[in-house]
């Protein structure tokens, strides 16, 4: 079970940190502003979909 959880961790790794940092930056926004933070975590939603779409893995 753990070496299924390191092979997950290890394929999505960079995802996972993607999407904790887009959630960081929108939070830290959102209590400056709230609609700042809304916009920022929509646009951080949208950048981390693009780069989702067109990293594709590598086939590996």
């Known amino acids: ?3 299924k959880w390191k092979t997950a961790l290890r394929r999505r790794g960079a995802e996972l940190a993607l999407a904790a940092g887009a959630a960081a930056v929108a939070a830290g926004a959102g209590l400056i502003y709230l609609p700042a933070g809304l916009i920022a975590g929509g646009l951080l939603a949208i950048a981390g979909a ?3 779409i067109l990293g ?3 086939g590996r």
């Open 1 to 3: 079970m753990e070496k």
């Open 50 to 52: 693009a780069l989702s």
């Open 56 to 58: 594709g893995g590598g």
